[in-house]
T-cell receptor, first 113, second 115 residues
Framework: AQSVTQLDSQVPVFEEAPVELRCNYS??????LFWYVQYPNQGLQLLLK??????LVESINGFEAEFNKSQTSFHLRKPSVHISDTAEYFC???????????FGQGTELSVKP | DTAVSQTPKYLVTQMGNDKSIKCEQN?????MYWYKQDSKKFLKIMFS???????INETVPNRFSPKSPDKAHLNLHINSLELGDSAVYFC??????????????FGPGTRLTVT
């Protein structure tokens, strides 16, 4: 069965510190990988995606994620976080019939001054 | 312009009532989805429609009935509401062609509270 595991439910960090949000998946088929961000009381916004090609993908606001097929991981990183990065982050996989997304449990990133 | 919109944003109702949530996308996408986010923020797909045809129905109680009048709209009707239906419901859409068919755009969500 396909599944996504986000290894940390909460990650508290101080402003300007580096952060890594971990995501592992299991699937019997080739997958596409996504990170979505949900700010408080808002919908989900696509942060970055891996569809094919380079295994390192970047977002416009400094996040990056690396697809590691051998470790079935897609960890999200940022070298220096801001208060405004405080949000819930969801890792998701797709590639299945009908295009459905399977989400991880979410990681709450809390950036403190 | 809002890409994927939902109405209402908040919905408070009593057990046993019937309610509907509307979703519209102006992206020209062919596929639309409904997801449910529970109180622990876990997201799970409920339905998927492609060009008005149901393609995913993830073991959702038949009190939930999606309806797609055209490919830009996917509404969710819920009969005989129960306390456990309280959640945030998200609509999403995606293109049909190629790998980009897997990138989904989400609406702002509808917070349903059943009392």
């Amino acid at each position: 069965a396909q599944s996504v595991t986000q290894l940390d439910s909460q990650v508290p960090v101080f402003e300007e510190a580096p952060v890594e949000l971990r995501c592992n998946y299991s699937s019997s088929v080739s997958v596409y990988l996504f990170w979505y961000v949900q700010y408080p009381n808002q919908g989900l916004q696509l942060l970055l995606k891996y569809l094919s090609g380079s295994t390192l993908v970047e977002s416009i606001n400094g996040f990056e994620a690396e697809f590691n097929k051998s470790q079935t991981s897609f960890h999200l990183r940022k070298p220096s976080v801001h208060i405004s990065d405080t949000a819930e982050y969801f890792c998701a996989v797709s590639g299945y019939q009908g295009g459905k997304l399977i989400f991880g449990q979410g990681t709450e990133l809390s950036v403190k001054p | 312009d809002t890409a994927v919109s939902q109405t209402p944003k908040y919905l408070v109702t009593q057990m046993g009532n019937d309610k509907s949530i509307k979703c519209e996308q102006n992206l020209g996408h062919d596929t639309m989805y409904w997801y449910k986010q529970d109180s622990k923020k876990f997201l799970k797909i409920m339905f998927s429609y492609n060009n008005k045809e149901l393609i995913i129905n993830e073991t959702v109680p038949n009190r939930f009935s999606p309806k797609s009048p055209d490919k830009a709209h996917l509404n969710l009707h819920i009969n005989s509401l129960e306390l456990g239906d309280s959640a945030v419901y998200f609509c999403a859409s995606s293109q049909e062609l190629g790998a980009n068919s897997y990138e989904q755009y989400f609406g702002p969500g509808t917070r349903l509270t059943v009392t």
